[in-house]
């Protein structure tokens, strides 16, 4: 099975393919939040770097965040059109399970995290477990002061911002925890493959609904006004 994974949930957007649960390409979409421009020709160019056609996948697979507002509706609305044009499913991953792709290895807690901008970041916290992701605790968003959780002891905070939430996570938890932070983004390769396990369990369509945690900018302008 080939699928196609995309992420646009964060300032660095990305596309790749991968076949029976390998990933085969990957490609940058760009670093800079403008993503709605570049995926047809990063797509284009992607399938040209395998020798394939859009017509030859089997699948489309889609990061819904948390991430960023816009980029997110990007994404999910790009996958649904191909996937209506060539006739193939299409699913949503969460695009914070994305990060974790390389560190399977990592024995302890795993907290992604996003800047949810307006004071807010988005966090979820996994471990790793026989190969597979166990969440601990569901995407939310809070002050990065405020996070806190329950630990093994180990922690490693992945984050495309990670300099920006350095001093307030370890004030929280360098005295009690072997911490480790290091910047990550949205894998669209972890997309592709999670993507193609996720269609063999459930009906084409389903989980594309966005990680909106909280209202937008937009709406809470609009109900303020209200």
């Not at 649960?21 to 709605?36: F, L």
């Not at 489309?60 to 991430?67: E, L």
């Not at 999910?76 to 399977?104: Q, T």
């Not at 800047?115 to 990065?144: H, L």
Request: negative net charge.
């Amino acid at each position: 099975m080939l699928v196609l994974g995309i992420d646009t949930s964060s300032a660095v957007g990305s596309i790749a393919v991968s076949r029976e649960g390998i990933p085969v390409v990957k490609r940058i979409i760009s670093v800079d939040m403008e993503h709605s421009g570049n995926l047809l020709p990063s797509l284009e160019e992607l399938l040209q770097d395998i020798g394939i056609k859009a017509k030859d996948l089997d699948a489309v697979a889609v990061g819904v965040g948390p991430g960023s507002y816009t980029g997110v509706r990007v994404g999910i609305a790009f996958a649904k059109g191909l996937a209506y044009g060539l006739k193939v499913p299409v699913v949503g991953v969460c695009s914070f399970e994305s990060m974790l792709f390389n560190y399977s290895d990592f024995n302890g807690d795993i907290c992604a995290l996003e800047d949810a901008k307006m004071g807010g970041t988005y966090w979820a916290v996994y471990r790793w477990e026989n190969s597979e992701i166990n969440v601990a605790q569901a995407p939310k968003v809070s002050r990065t002061e405020d996070i806190e959780f329950v630990t093994s002891g180990k922690v490693l905070f992945l984050s495309p911002d990670i300099e920006k939430f350095a001093g307030p996570l370890r004030k929280n938890f360098d005295s009690r925890e072997q911490v480790e932070l290091k910047e990550a983004f949205p894998n669209a390769e972890y997309i592709a493959v999670r993507g193609g396990l996720k269609l063999k369990d459930q009906h084409p369509g389903e989980n594309l609904e966005p990680y909106y945690l909280r209202p937008s900018m937009a709406e809470l302008t609009w109900a303020r006004k209200k």
